[in-house]
DNA sequence: GCTGTTATGTCAAATCTGTGTAAAAAGATA
DNA sequence: TATCTTTTTACACAGATTTGACATAACAGC
């Protein structure tokens, strides 16, 4: 779901029209009141948002936006008139991830939204890395395109493994993020179940690789 | 350190005053050819690139930036003519991270500098001088952009000295930073793990100075 | 230049440590 | 109860680390 707030019908309706038809849900809204209720039913994934806007401008409401816990995270556009060098440079520092200048082409406009979804892939439901996919709402992974079943514990360790490719994960890091407490003692539990998971993942077992003395993580496939 | 890719003088010099003066260490590169010369030995922070380049232009070189693992998450910010719409696009689908619509201003410049920065703080930790450059989170070094496997001791050992170049580690130091307790006695442990990292190292090796009566230390320039 | 002294480089052997694995015990779940 | 998951214990082994002996290089004084 993306939010366009834009008091030109016109330019609000060519944007709902885009996004919608290159696959994204969108709804506009003229000033901020509307869409600060909108908001307060569903938190979209990306907001496009004029700066020019007749009672409360935009950089007002990206203000807001930053200011409440529940928004701040959601990434914004911000469009604004052609030489108006300032507002952007208020804008970027506000925390606004992105701008459009006025007049901007549509593909543009398509190109910045995907661009800055896929900086922030805040939560991609599924995770996948090589040859292995894991889906998290699902709570499926499949390796090599087979269905693999997984206990909790296996899930959750392949999920931080997926969730950062290529970065080692210490025994006190999976036990404080899996099991919420601290790796105390001697115990060869994590070993365990890295052990289970590349039996379980089969060709895909190689790619959870050890880092003697330090832990293990899941080999970035470049 | 940010590295500028620009073919017009005027400009570039332009761009490297501003950043210096911004507080930011910055060099200039004419072409690619040079540039990848410079990358070799030095990982930037960021990238500004021309995209209207001479002989190799700025789509291409982002296309090698981003093929590379060494140089991949690199945050790269284009700069391209006015209306040239199609090149944002296929920058930014490429995996640039922002982009500049000549000519802006300098001002301008640096807020976007500094908006990439910090979108990308949280990013990965890693260390470079010279041609290594080590990740700390994922436990991975690379020389002259090759990857090299390292023990847990000589990892800890390098990571101190890339952690403060040019700085001498006494054995005593190394001791107490890796091993945690006191250098006692004669022993030739530390002097064995800096062979091998030299070893290891190839090219690189050289870095690491011996300072006789001293200790060890990795060459900040070269 | 030499020479003796000292620090560092290198090697192979000895030792130590962390990890893989199996099997059994303990907990959950049904 | 039976079954599945999780944890623990025990042990073997590959690989990392350390050690001591010796070679080599650097330095100071002559």
Same mark, same amino acid.
């Given at each position: &779901?993306?939010?366009?707030?834009?008091?030109?019908?016109?330019?609000?309706?060519?944007?709902?029209?885009?996004?919608?038809?290159?696959?994204?849900?969108?709804?506009?809204?003229?000033?901020?009141? !509307?869409?600060?209720?909108?908001?307060?039913?569903?938190? !979209?994934?990306?907001?496009? @948002?004029?700066?020019?806007?007749?009672?409360?401008?935009?950089?007002?409401?990206?203000?807001? @936006?930053?200011?409440?816990?529940?928004?701040?995270?959601?990434? %914004?556009?911000?469009?604004?008139?052609?030489?108006?060098?300032?507002?952007?440079?208020?804008?970027?520092?506000?925390?606004?991830?992105?701008? @459009? %200048?006025?007049?901007?082409? &549509?593909?543009?406009?398509?190109?910045?939204?995907?661009?800055?979804?896929? =900086?922030?892939?805040?939560?991609?439901?599924?995770?996948?890395?090589?040859?292995?996919?894991?889906?998290?709402?699902?709570?499926?992974?499949?390796?090599?395109?087979? =269905?693999?079943?997984?206990?909790?514990?296996?899930?959750?360790?392949?999920?931080?493994?997926?969730? =950062? !490719?290529?970065?080692?994960?210490?025994?006190? &890091?999976?036990?404080?993020?899996?099991?919420?407490?601290?790796?105390?003692?001697?115990?060869?539990?994590?070993?365990?179940?890295?052990?289970?998971?590349?039996?379980?993942?089969?060709?895909?077992?190689? &790619?959870?690789?050890?880092? =003697?003395? %330090?832990?293990?993580?899941?080999?970035?496939?470049?």
């Amino acid at each position: &779901m993306i939010y366009c707030v834009e008091d030109d019908a016109g330019i609000r309706d060519m944007e709902i029209y885009t996004l919608k038809s290159t696959g994204f849900d969108a709804v506009g809204f003229e000033s901020g009141a !509307p869409f600060f209720e909108a908001l307060k039913q569903e938190k !979209p994934e990306l907001i496009i @948002l004029d700066i020019m806007l007749p009672i409360e401008d935009g950089i007002e409401i990206l203000k807001k @936006l930053k200011a409440s816990s529940g928004t701040d995270k959601i990434p %914004v556009i911000m469009a604004t008139a052609k030489g108006a060098e300032y507002d952007k440079i208020q804008g970027l520092d506000l925390g606004a991830d992105d701008y @459009l %200048v006025k007049p901007f082409g &549509m593909m543009e406009m398509v190109s910045r939204v995907k661009a800055v979804l896929r =900086r922030c892939k805040t939560q991609t439901r599924i995770l996948t890395v090589g040859g292995i996919s894991l889906d998290i709402d699902a709570h499926t992974v499949d390796a090599e395109g087979k =269905r693999v079943e997984l206990t909790f514990k296996e899930f959750e360790i392949l999920r931080l493994f997926l969730s =950062r !490719p290529g970065v080692v994960f210490t025994r006190d &890091m999976l036990f404080a993020e899996v099991w919420g407490s601290n790796y105390v003692g001697e115990t060869r539990t994590v070993d365990m179940h890295v052990k289970t998971l590349r039996q379980k993942l089969g060709e895909c077992g190689g &790619m959870i690789e050890t880092v =003697r003395g %330090v832990g293990y993580r899941i080999e970035e496939n470049k």
